[in-house]
Each structure stands twice: as structure tokens, then as C-alpha cells.
């Protein structure tokens, strides 16, 4: 006799549910609810890598508070780190943004396949 394991519809739709609510309970989200944070992307993404004291003149923080920032967008992903002699430079991390991006997606896709067909 062979079973058969499958997922009910309701259970899909749960499941998909659940992974879509988690992707907007993540880091990535709550990096980008931060509007000094949305800045400091935005001056990257024009200017190109800089360390903490040129985004601190664009950006009028404090500089412990800007630094704080931006080892948080590393963490999260968003942005590449290197040290170099006494300075800390920054830069948009495009391949981790796309991937952060590109994983939303395929959960929002799935939760409309599941969900809202």
C-alpha cells in the first residue's frame, strides 16, 4: 500500500502566508523603515563608496550615529564594508540587495500561486 503525503490547499496557503509575513518581519525590512538609513542608501548609491566622515557631511548626523547605521545596512546586507588604514568605507552591496530583493519576490510569487490565484 503507498501513502501519499501531500499539502492540503489550506496548508499551502498557510505555509505561504507564513514565509511572505516573516520576509517583512526581517532585517531587510526593518533596514530600509529607518529613513537615515533610506539616506545613507541613497547617497551610496550616487556617490559611489565613501567613508563615515563624506556621508557625514551630506547626511547631518552625528557620527557615532551615522556608524551605527551603516554597520547595521552591512549586516543586513545592503552594504559592503572595508577598512583601510583608520578609515571605514562604504558601499552598496548590489549583489546582496538583488538577493534580498529577488527573495521577496519568489515569496510574494508563491503566495499569489497559493493564495490569490
Known amino acids: 500500500m503507498h501513502i501519499m503525503l501531500?499539502?492540503?490547499?489550506?496548508?499551502?496557503?498557510?505555509?505561504?502566508?507564513?514565509d511572505l509575513v516573516e520576509v517583512f518581519d526581517s532585517q531587510f525590512f526593518?533596514?530600509?523603515a529607518e529613513p537615515v538609513r533610506i539616506e545613507?542608501?541613497?547617497f551610496l548609491l550616487i556617490n559611489g563608496k565613501?567613508?563615515?566622515a563624506t556621508v557625514a557631511k551630506s547626511i547631518k548626523k552625528d557620527?557615532?550615529?551615522?556608524?551605527?547605521?551603516?554597520?547595521?545596512l552591512?549586516?543586513?546586507?545592503?552594504?559592503?564594508?572595508?577598512?583601510?588604514?583608520r578609515n571605514s568605507y562604504f558601499e552598496i552591496d548590489a549583489n546582496g540587495f538583488r538577493t534580498k530583493?529577488?527573495?521577496?519576490?519568489?515569496k510574494v510569487d508563491r503566495a499569489i500561486k497559493d493564495c490569490c490565484p
Open 6 to 18: 501531500s499539502m492540503t490547499a489550506t496548508q499551502k496557503k498557510q505555509n505561504a502566508l507564513r
Open 30 to 32: 526593518k533596514a530600509l
Open 40 to 42: 545613507i542608501l541613497k
Open 50 to 52: 565613501s567613508d563615515v
Open 63 to 72: 557620527r557615532s550615529v551615522l556608524s551605527r547605521h551603516l554597520h547595521n
Open 74 to 85: 552591512v549586516e543586513t546586507g545592503l552594504l559592503k564594508h572595508e577598512k583601510i588604514s
Open 101 to 106: 530583493v529577488s527573495a521577496l519576490f519568489q
